[in-house]
């Protein structure tokens, strides 16, 4: 093994003194010269070192190995660089290494400017107009049109708050009250959404017959009107969402702030993100269905059939729902009839001292004993506010496409005729 070592080492230190020794034969007319010398002798010294390495390598200490070593790697990095700046000038004609940097530097320099040039074209194709800072854009905010804006500003993020400010007297409120807020806020937004649905429910189904018989001659847009539910329950659930999340910053913000219990600390709870966002995604559901009566028919060309014909069948099954009981008065009513309680839960009005205690079935007994009238909404309340809500929608939709319509009419006369 070790005449092996021998004979590849000395063969490598052959070729690399061979190579040196060629080199006295090289032009100095060959260009480029520098770095072909460089090349050569690199290579030259490369080969010799390395079947040096090979050679001695039983008997030389680690220190010599690490050092013949790192030459070898310097050498290799050499000899690459050396070759790539050769073909790179041979490839240009360049007659020095000096010459051949200029024109190396002068594309890079050419190359980035397009590039940055384009990147520019990419970020603001339209220049900077959309930002303006000077001295005019400050005198634009004393104007009266801006003042306007700005306080409707304020008072749109008022309205933002007001859910922030709710939830946080909510939360500040003793805890036998938010029980029995929390569970009578919860049953009637269920019972709500549970008539609303089956309301809306009947006029899709009676739109959809009336499209068949052909009394209607527009079709029913079911799917958008889902997707408009679907976007306005997602809003609502994004207010529940942030209401719940601003909370700590109010508790830690409000210096009045005292807490004494556990239960004070309700606010820095997940579960307060649960249930506000459970809240916001009810009261969204409720909004989109009473929106989407007026938007069954938007396909329609005629704006009454369009805005005004089914809100109009949607009064008349809330009008019939309401007499058959499908309303959270009736419904709970119905509950408490086919409930069959121990007929020992007392009345919880006036006596916290139970009312955490009590549990959801409990709370039944309690709608039983105590009459349903006391928590839940009565049907003529409920159906007002949906016939209010119903119409209210309709109304605005209604205005908003008589205002299109005029403005579209108006481009259209504007126009000059041939």
Same mark, same amino acid.
């Given at each position: ?109 050419? /190359? ?48 933002? @708050? ?15 009250? *938010? ?15 549970? #008539? ?28 958008? /009107? ?16 942030? #209401? ?15 807490? *004494? ?7 820095? /709870? ?43 069948? @949607? ?7 309401? *007499? ?34 009590? #549990? ?10 105590? /009459? ?47």
């Amino acid at each position: 093994m070790l005449t092996i070592h021998y004979i590849v080492g000395g063969v490598f230190a052959v070729v690399g003194i061979y190579r040196a020794w060629a080199m006295k034969d090289f032009h100095s007319d060959s260009f480029p010269l520098t770095p072909k010398i460089v090349y050569g002798f690199a290579v030259s010294i490369l080969w010799t070192l390395l079947g040096v390495l090979l050679m001695f390598a039983q008997i030389m200490s680690g220190i010599v190995k690490l050092c013949i070593l790192f030459a070898l790697l310097v050498l290799f990095v050499l000899v690459i660089l050396t070759k790539g700046l050769i073909r790179g000038m041979d490839d240009r004609e360049s007659y020095s290494v000096p010459h051949y940097a200029k024109e190396v530097a002068r594309d890079v320099s050419v /190359s980035f400017k397009s590039k940055v040039k384009e990147l520019y074209r990419i970020i603001a194709p339209d220049g900077w107009r959309e930002l303006s800072l000077d001295v005019r854009s400050i005198e634009n905010v004393m104007t009266f049109g801006v003042m306007v804006k700005i306080y409707f500003l304020l008072v749109l993020v008022g309205l933002i @708050a007001v859910p922030v400010v709710l939830a946080w007297s909510f939360l500040n409120s003793g805890i036998e009250q *938010r029980r029995v807020i929390g569970v009578v806020g919860a049953y009637n937004l269920l019972l709500s959404a549970s #008539s609303l649905t089956v309301s809306f429910l009947l006029v899709v189904l009676l739109s959809i017959v009336l499209f068949l018989v052909g009394v209607l001659k527009t079709r029913i847009r079911i799917r958008y /009107s889902i997707e408009k539910i679907s976007a306005i329950t997602g809003y609502f659930t994004v207010i529940g969402f942030a #209401s719940a999340a601003l909370i700590p910053v109010v508790a830690a913000l409000t210096p009045s702030v005292k807490l *004494r219990a556990p239960s004070d600390f309700e606010f820095v /709870s997940l579960d307060l993100l649960v249930n506000f966002t459970a809240i916001g995604a009810i009261f969204g559901y409720v909004f989109g269905l009473l929106t989407c009566f007026s938007e069954l028919a938007v396909s329609a060309q005629n704006l009454v059939v369009r805005r005004l014909f089914v809100p109009l069948l @949607a009064i008349i099954v809330l009008c019939i729902t309401v *007499r058959m009981k499908i309303s959270p008065h009736g419904i709970a009513s119905r509950i408490m009839e086919t409930f069959s309680g121990d007929g020992n839960a007392s009345c919880l009005i006036g006596d916290d001292s139970r009312i955490m205690e009590i #549990s959801d079935m409990e709370l039944f007994q309690f709608f039983e004993q105590c /009459s349903v009238e006391q928590v839940v909404i009565t049907d003529p309340t409920y159906l007002w506010c949906s016939v209010v809500g119903v119409v209210g929608f309709a109304v605005v939709s209604l205005k908003r496409d008589i205002r299109s319509a005029r403005d579209v009419s108006c481009g259209v006369s504007a126009r000059p005729t041939n």
